[in-house]
């Protein structure tokens, strides 16, 4: 991810940054998507903002696909409690993730044409909440420039996303590690 805080202060940041997402389908990943689209994966525009009032954080995200893959426009909001503990920084609250129709159509919806093709039921979809979540993040300061990061975040998928026929399950659990540097 490259980014940029455009406005910044003591407690709120606000900016953006390009990001690849790899989120994907294959229909050869699972004989049930036989007769559906890929889903590719690709860049995307993120708008974010967020606000700190002492040991909490909400915050605000929008993630646009750019690259024509489908994958329209969802946003992001959460609240984290952190607390710091010597280099380390432990940070950990709520959130939601609401989809507009196109993501929610290229990922989870079935046409007529692709319910025939998969054997699948046709199911529309529309804008809406796609999950609601937790997240738990650990931060370690290396240097004043350099950290490492683990966060998990464990959901439950919504409204669309957890009507589709496509859903297998409707809890989902991702992690993410990284190494950052600040200019």
Do not use: C
Not at 62 to 78: N, R
Not at 83 to 108: D, Q, V
Not at 176 to 182: E, F, T
């Amino acid at each position: 991810m490259l980014g940029v805080n455009v406005l910044h202060g003591e407690n709120y940041h606000l900016g953006m940054s390009v990001s690849f997402d790899f989120q994907s389908r294959s229909s050869s990943d699972d004989a049930r998507l036989k007769g559906l689209p890929d889903v590719h994966y690709g860049p995307k525009l993120r708008l974010f903002g967020d606000y700190t009032v002492w040991a909490f954080t909400g915050a605000v995200a929008a993630y646009q696909d750019i690259a024509g893959t489908g994958q329209g426009l969802t946003a992001t909001a959460d609240i984290f409690m952190s607390a710091p503990i010597g280099n380390w920084l432990i940070s950990m609250g709520p959130g939601l993730t609401w989809a507009n129709a196109t993501y929610t159509k290229t990922l989870f919806g079935i046409t007529p044409q692709e319910s025939a093709a998969s054997g699948l039921p046709h199911y529309d979809t529309g804008s809406g909440m796609r999950d609601i979540h937790f997240n738990v993040n650990a931060t370690y300061k290396i240097s004043p420039h350099w950290s490492a990061s683990v966060e998990a975040v464990v959901g439950r998928l919504e409204h669309y996303a957890a009507g589709s026929p496509i859903t297998e399950r409707r809890l989902d659990l991702n992690g993410v590690a990284s190494v950052l540097y600040r200019f």
